[in-house]
């Protein structure tokens, strides 16, 4: 355990915020909360931002065909979407995740594995979305012009259909951006996390949890049981995905606010 001098007193971590020059505290291990959340500020964006390129890449040209061809495809995605809308997504990605732990144990095959999850688990909803969407947008008079003089459905949807859904696309992935983070930060408070952790002995003699990775939602949910003694520990993680996670939702509004006065 990192013991250090305050004065005559001996002082073992946490520390507090504004401790031995520890801005924003530290955790069991003494190890920087501010240097901590800074650098896990890109882990857990990134894993956001993949799990959200998973999505669109997934939902994108299942949507698009969906609701070009329609018939038994575009059925399937109402399927689909009605059928993962009907249980809240935390509660069914949490067991699914749960399910597979035991096979993974940590590790990069288990981030992949959480990553691929939270991926799939949003890609119906994206695609239905896609789908009704291309539905309108099929109709309008210059797609059905293209239609007439025999351009084929790729080129159709590549030219005319793609970049006035682009706004609309535009709109949906910082949106997608701020549920993806909620979605973390909430699996987190449910022990499910992308990084492992460690146990060590506090100066008190208790056992704490420390975690490995300085992912805001494993920072949050690592540290929960812990709000009362060491309130620091999980307020700091829940502000900035908070934060985080409400710039991503205004800047959805401000585009869709945009997108609605050019047309």
């Given at each position: 355990?990192?013991?250090?001098?305050?004065?005559?007193?001996?002082?073992?971590?946490?520390?507090?915020?504004?401790?031995?020059?520890?801005?924003?505290?530290?955790?069991?291990?003494?190890?920087?909360?501010?240097?901590?959340?800074?650098?896990?500020?890109?882990?857990?964006?990134?894993?956001?931002?993949?799990i959200n390129l998973i999505r669109f890449a997934l939902a994108l040209p299942v949507g698009l065909q969906a609701g070009w061809r329609r018939g038994w495809l575009a059925?399937?995605?109402?399927?689909?979407?009605?059928?993962?809308?009907?249980?809240?997504?935390?509660v069914l990605v949490y067991i699914v995740l749960r399910g597979l732990w035991p096979f993974f144990l940590g590790g990069n095959?288990?981030?992949?594995?959480?990553?691929?999850?939270?991926?799939?688990?949003?890609?119906?909803?994206?695609?239905?979305?896609?789908?009704?969407?291309?539905?309108e947008i099929a109709l309008m008079p210059h797609v059905e012009a293209a239609q007439a003089l025999g351009a084929r459905p790729a080129r159709i949807l590549r030219?005319?259909?793609?970049?006035i859904m682009r706004a609309d696309l535009l709109v949906m992935a910082p949106s997608e951006m701020a549920w993806v983070l909620m979605i973390m930060a909430q699996l987190a408070v449910f022990g499910v996390h992308p990084g492992g952790a460690v146990q060590v002995e506090t100066i008190s003699g208790n056992i704490a949890v420390a975690e490995y990775l300085p992912e805001w939602g494993q920072m949050l949910g690592t540290n929960i049981p812990?709000?009362?003694?060491?309130?620091?520990?999980?307020?700091?993680?829940?502000l900035a995905i908070g934060l985080t996670a409400a710039g991503f939702h205004l800047l959805a509004e401000g585009l869709r606010e945009r997108d609605l006065m050019v047309r």
């Open positions: 355990m990192l013991l250090q001098m305050e004065g005559r007193r001996l002082v073992a971590p946490p520390y507090q915020p504004g401790q031995l020059g520890y801005v924003l505290g530290s955790d069991f291990l003494g190890r920087d909360y501010w240097s901590r959340l800074v650098y896990g500020a890109r882990i857990t964006v990134g894993l956001a931002l993949m059925r399937a995605v109402q399927a689909a979407a009605a059928g993962f809308g009907s249980l809240p997504a935390l095959a288990w981030m992949v594995a959480y990553v691929l999850v939270l991926g799939l688990a949003g890609a119906p909803r994206i695609a239905e979305q896609v789908r009704r969407r291309t539905e030219r005319h259909v793609l970049p812990y709000l009362l003694s060491y309130p620091w520990l999980p307020f700091y993680p829940g």
